[in-house]
């Protein structure tokens, strides 16, 4: 995703779960390890502005769904306390009822209390978590991903939906298909991401792409459980703001 001036921060997904989403940006990415990310540049230690930005994309929801979608660099934890309460208060003002957050594996042991807290209130939550790959060595040689000798079991311990990330240099039709077979067999839910060029040292490889698109787009882009960004910024946010 990167850093981007005045990124559209707000929309609607009408298909597939259907459901608004926000692009928050909070105080940044703890981990900072991944190969192919620069989304962790959407960041900034100046909670007020963030406080202020988020404020901004949330009072565009209006539960039209009544399911909300909340994604940010790096995990939900790494937002303020001023932003996890508005989310709160816009949930229960908008009669949200399915709130999707996004985690890494290194906050885990955070997510049954977050689980909690938002069911006291009637909100289901929802958490969405980026193993990439379920080819360990692969999430770790070339990834490195920090959940080493994670199975697709524990991760679904912790996570409703898993993202998978495709074309990257070294995966094949069969990688992929493994991959997409193992989230639907353990998670409600899939996102499969395609690599596109950023300024991390991970780049797309198009021939990879391509396999993806020739064995896979067709059986998988109507499946109501799998989501496929072609673009990081096909669910609406993410791209340059209109002016």
């Not at 926000?22 to 990415?29: F, I």
């Not at 963030?50 to 994604?71: M, P």
């Not at 009822?97 to 939550?125: C, D, N, P, S």
């Not at 991401?193 to 064995?215: G, L, Y």
Request: with cysteine; glycine share 6%.
């Amino acid at each position: 995703m990167g850093q981007m001036e005045n990124p559209v921060r707000y929309s609607v997904i009408t298909e597939k779960n259907p459901r608004e989403i926000v692009m928050l940006r909070g105080s940044g990415c703890r981990f900072l390890r991944c190969r192919f990310c620069d989304y962790h540049l959407d960041s900034s230690r100046d909670q007020a502005a963030n406080d202020r930005i988020n404020k901004e994309a949330l009072s565009h929801v209006t539960g039209q769904y009544h399911s909300l979608e909340v994604i940010n660099s790096g995990s939900f934890l790494e937002l303020s306390e001023e932003t996890m309460a508005e989310i709160e208060r816009v949930c229960l003002e908008k009669h949200i009822t399915q709130l999707r957050f996004e985690i890494h594996w290194m906050y885990r042991e955070h997510v049954k209390k977050w689980r909690e807290h938002f069911a006291e209130k009637g909100i289901t939550v929802k958490i969405k978590m980026g193993v990439e790959t379920f080819d360990d060595a692969f999430r770790r040689e070339v990834f490195d991903k920090g959940m080493e000798g994670v199975t697709p079991q524990d991760a679904a311990k912790v996570a409703d939906e898993v993202c998978l990330l495709f074309g990257v240099t070294g995966q094949t039709a069969q990688s992929m298909r493994y991959d997409i077979e193992t989230g639907l067999r353990y998670f409600e839910r899939i996102c499969i991401n395609i690599m596109v060029e950023n300024t991390s040292q991970i780049q797309p490889d198009p021939q990879v792409i391509k396999m993806f698109v020739d064995n896979f787009y067709e059986m998988y882009k109507n499946d109501p459980r799998v989501d496929i960004l072609l673009e990081n910024t096909d669910f609406g946010v993410g791209g340059k703001r209109d002016e």
